[in-house]
């Protein structure tokens, strides 16, 4: 029985981990927290299954199990529910007399697509302007593997239009190309000049 609850916890634990550190949305995060808390259980069984449980594994299991229950409710109740907020108003306002929404939460992740169906990067970080609240640029990244390798540049929001969910950049392959990459943490004060 203890093998069982030690393979229980293990596999649990792999797989919530995996959900977790992929960050594919509230719910599926909240999911991981879920199954972390599963694990939990089952590391807590195995160790209470032992003759004689080691006292700092278990207290450490324990609280371990806390933490996870308030992920579950931090991602999965709370996230999920200003996820679903920002979704609905986005979806209302396209029907409404009101200037079309787009959730700046949903805008962290997503694709940039050129003028044509090709991707141009993932939106990593939007930078906003302090004097009159615009937004200055959208830092993107293109290339690289989980970070390495990647190629990050600043977009002028002028060349960015934002529908329904999704970024389209203005910008031919040359032009893109043009922007000048931004060289490890020296991110630019203002959106880069573009050369024609």
Not at 45 to 69: I, K, S
């Amino acid at each position: 029985m203890e093998n069982i609850a030690n393979w229980t916890a293990t596999v649990f634990t792999i797989v919530a981990a995996l959900m977790t550190a992929a960050n594919l949305g509230a719910r599926l995060t909240g999911w991981g927290f879920a199954m972390f808390a599963v694990g939990s259980v089952a590391w807590i069984a195995a160790d209470v299954q032992r003759g004689d449980p080691e006292p700092t594994l278990l207290v450490t299991h324990c609280v371990l199990l806390l933490v996870n229950l308030f992920g579950v409710w931090r991602w999965l109740c709370r996230q999920a529910r200003y996820e679903d907020s920002s979704a609905h108003a986005s979806k209302r306002s396209r029907w409404a007399r009101v200037p079309t929404l787009f959730s700046a939460g949903s805008l962290i992740g997503a694709t940039v697509r050129g003028s044509g169906e090709d991707s141009r990067g993932t939106v990593v970080d939007a930078m906003l302007k302090c004097d009159d609240k615009g937004l200055a640029y959208v830092v993107t990244s293109e290339g690289g593997i989980g970070g390495a390798g990647e190629t990050l540049r600043a977009v002028p929001p002028e060349h960015l239009r934002l529908n329904e969910g999704e970024v389209v950049c203005d910008l031919n392959d040359d032009e893109w190309q043009r922007l000048p990459p931004i060289e490890d943490d020296r991110w630019p004060a203002a959106a880069p000049p573009m050369v024609r």
